[in-house]
């Protein structure tokens, strides 16, 4: 048995302890915002909060989680203390940072937990913290974004 607390509600899943994350979020619990994408953690379209930090779902194995704290782009808001979009997310739609969207999410929770560590990163903190993946190359307007929400 798995037992974590998923988006603020305690969860207890009847699977192997190897099973990854990134499975056990989507098909087990149906949290399809989190993506696969390469599968051996480089990527970061599988990007959740485990205990607040930023953490790669695809190579955390479940039992790696035991007892805690897993946040995914569908409970951020409400981790966060809101119900609506977080300064992250509204940060992302005024600066137009998504083109196919497809690494977003896990973009957007690399940068929450980045941005709750260090509220005003420079921009070497900003390369060391965020190493998602875009194939689009949206990376100038992601920065755009994160630096809005810095100054503010």
């Known amino acids: 048995m798995a ?3 998923l988006n603020g509600e305690s969860r207890e899943l009847d699977i192997e302890p190897e099973m990854p994350l990134l499975w056990a979020l989507r098909d087990e619990l149906g949290m399809t915002g989190t993506k696969f994408g390469c ?17 790669r779902s695809c190579i ?9 704290d897993i946040t995914t782009i569908e409970g951020l808001a409400t981790a966060l203390g809101g119900d609506g979009l977080t300064p992250v ?14 690494c977003q999410s896990g973009m957007i929770m690399a940068v929450s937990s980045l941005l709750a560590r260090n509220p005003s990163p420079s921009d070497a903190e900003i390369d060391a913290g965020i190493t998602n993946i875009c ?7 992601a ?3 994160i630096r809005a929400l810095a100054s503010a």
Not at 89 to 102: E, F, K, N, R, T
């Open 135 to 141: 194939r689009c190359g949206s990376y100038p307007r």
């Open 39 to 55: 599968g051996i953690g480089n990527c970061g379209a599988c990007t959740v909060h485990v205990d607040g930090n930023a953490a």
């Open 3 to 5: 037992n974590f607390r």
């Open 60 to 68: 955390t194995p479940v039992s790696a989680v035991e007892g805690r």
């Open 89 to 102: 997310q509204q940060a992302w739609i005024d600066h137009q940072v998504p083109q196919c969207g497809y």
């Open 143 to 145: 920065r755009k974004a």
